[in-house]
C-alpha cells in the first residue's frame, strides 16, 4: 500500500494559434525541429470563439494542432512550456510580422483519461507543477467520448478538436501497449538542443 508507482508515459500535443499560414508553417516547423517528428496535424481551423488574442495576432487567427511521436514523462511538461516560450519570441523575431505575438504555443498531454494543458498563469481550477509553470485538466475522456468543464476553453469543446483527440489518444493507447518492459517508458523525452 506504500509502494510508488512510476507514471505511464505519455503524449505531446502542441496547440498553435498563428496570425497566418507562414506563420503557421513555420511554427510546425521549428516543433518538429526541438520535439522530433510528429505522427499527427490536425486541420487547420479559423480561431474565432474569442477576440482575446485580436491586439497580439490579428483578426484572422489559425488554429492548427500537433502530436509528437515520442512518448514523454508527464513531468517534462514545465520544461516543454518554457522551451515552447522561448521558441515563441524566437518565431516572433524571425518571422517580421508587424505584430506582438504572430504565434502561440500552448503544449499539452493526453493520457488515456484526460488531456492537461500547461500555463504561465495561475487561476482556481490549475494547479502549480513547477518552474512557474501551472497545468489544468482541460477535458476527461469518459465512457468513449471527450467531456468538458465549465472553465474549458470555448474552442476545446469543438467535435473537430475532439475528432484529432481521439486519434492521438489511440496511438498513444497503442504505443503503451507496445512497450514490454517499464524500462522502456521514458528512454525517449524531448530532445535537447
Not at 525541429?33 to 474565432?48: E, I, L
Not at 475522456?141 to 469543446?157: A, E, L
Amino acid at each position: 500500500m506504500w509502494k510508488l508507482n512510476d507514471p505511464k508515459p505519455v503524449k505531446l500535443m502542441i496547440g498553435i494559434l498563428a496570425a497566418d499560414r507562414h506563420a503557421l508553417h513555420a511554427a510546425v516547423e521549428s516543433l518538429i525541429d526541438k520535439f522530433g517528428k510528429t505522427d499527427f496535424v490536425s486541420d487547420v481551423w479559423p480561431f474565432d470563439q474569442t477576440d482575446y488574442y485580436e491586439e497580439q495576432m490579428g483578426r484572422r487567427i489559425l488554429r492548427q494542432f500537433v502530436s509528437i511521436e515520442r512518448l514523454i514523462e508527464p513531468a517534462k511538461l514545465p520544461e516543454i512550456k518554457l522551451r515552447t516560450n522561448r521558441l515563441e519570441q524566437k518565431l516572433t523575431a524571425t518571422l517580421g510580422l508587424p505584430l506582438p505575438r504572430p504565434v502561440n504555443l500552448d503544449p499539452g498531454i493526453i493520457e488515456p483519461s484526460k488531456l492537461i494543458l500547461a500555463s504561465t498563469k495561475n487561476f482556481s481550477h490549475r494547479i502549480y507543477i513547477g518552474r512557474k509553470i501551472y497545468a489544468e485538466v482541460t477535458l476527461i475522456f469518459d465512457k468513449g467520448r471527450w467531456r468538458s468543464f465549465d472553465y474549458t476553453f470555448p474552442d476545446y469543446k469543438q467535435q473537430c478538436y475532439f475528432d484529432f483527440f481521439d486519434k492521438v489518444r489511440a496511438r498513444l493507447v497503442e504505443q503503451l501497449r507496445k512497450v514490454k518492459h517499464r524500462g522502456a517508458f521514458f528512454r525517449i523525452v524531448t530532445r535537447r538542443r
